[in-house]
């Protein structure tokens, strides 16, 4: 991971969504991108120039577009018709995103498509997100990371958020994950963790 | 045996590739129904080994071309639908409405201001009197201003009228039963035709009236009677103490038109026209 005086960049073409430019690289604000925002925190596994990711909830791009230019190759899933149209035009530009319009609830509709991956990413507003993740485990090769940004306030509204991220962590190793860390993401995003889980 | 975008590929590794273009590609997978209890993630070396590409450059390329593709089909079918477009417009003319008000506004302070002996007090100036008294006073900006206003109500005016046309090809039924334009907002605030015929009655009663609602719920004022469809003339016409009972009956048969305009997507005159006396008798019309 490239960062210049501390500032966590990417190296790839800019003028995705008017990011800020250093020394010709893309600036990766926390403030943005939770992804952003763990690395900042100290946490998350580096990624690797030979890295397949699976990033689920890949809404508009922004964040999928810095991965991308780290990563090997990105499958973005995305549901939603409007943030779609702008993830297919940054699919245009990098060669290396699979934008994929599929519902991360139900994998089967695009488990044809996506190769076993190194990391899976993901990033949705839904009530039961750690379910999502189990869902989605075949996709993970054996010594991959799942990275999963929790919500707090998508699971439940009136909870607790450390009541809810522990919910989550207990939900993620009744599935067989092993938590490698659970990680709040103050004071950049409000009541969201990142949970960093490998398998066995 | 597995089933991936190129082909299939048996245990064994023998592979069976997927015969034609893109489209004929698209159209396989939307016919797959893959069971996750045994599914294996492809590896994309099969692909090669299947013959249908090279190397892993071409693998990608095909595979994007793929599903940019499908995406980009399903986002056009799912703007093809009339209703989207619905809110949109509907949309847009609250807003247009909102600022057509606020610039009314402060156009007639700026007047004021030109004008120190002017007042509305006692002489009923209506907006569009007010902009056209304001297009007078030649020598002031304001005069150009206040005929851009114009002009912009008058496009309003337009838009009002393409919404109540576009309602009525999109939710004949419900537009039948309210006009097209209480039909549009209904549509509009349900987000969609789909989720409006998928409401009970009793949400359909009383949308528009979520602040009332939930004033209610949370601290027990009386209940709202009724929302959007307050704007029906048997609603706010019938007298105050069979006003509720006129809103139940409109919504509940606003929900079957709803439905019937969802699922069937055609006018049913049979329907309306039980539906129109069921709603006449409960207003006490003969």
Redesign the interface.
Known sequence: MIRIDGVLVSPGEGGVYGERMLQGYRVWDPRRSKLAALYAKGGGRDLEPWMRILYLGAANGTTVSHVADYAA?VYAVEFA?RP??D??EV??RR???????ADATR???Y???????DMVIQDVAQPDQAGIAL?NL??LKPDGVYILMLKARSVDVRADPEAVIAAAVRALEAGGLVVQAATRLEPFHRDHAAIVCTRQ | MQ???FGDVEEGGACTPAEGDVEALAER?DR?????AS??????EDAVACGVVADRREY??R??A???R???E??AA??RQGDIELLQMVRMLDETDTVINLLTERATEWYIVRNPQFSRKYRAIGAKKMLSIMKKDRSSPLARLAGEIERLAAERTRLMREVSARADAVAPNCSALVGGLVAARLVSRAGGLAPLARLPASTIQVLGAENALFTHLRSGTPPPKHGIIFQHRRVHNAPRGTRGRVARVLAAKLAIAARIDCYRGELSPAFLETAQRRIDDAAGVA
Do not use: G, K
């Open positions: 190759c018709p779609m149209q993830l297919i699919a245009r060669t290396n995103v699979v934008p994929i319009m994998p089967a509709a488990a044809p498509l996506v190769e076993a991956v869902a075949p996709f | 089933h991936y975008w997978l797959l129904r893959i069971s996750m599914f294996v993630p492809l590896a994309w990608l390329d595979l994007r793929l599903c940019i499908r995406a980009e399903t986002i799912y703007y």
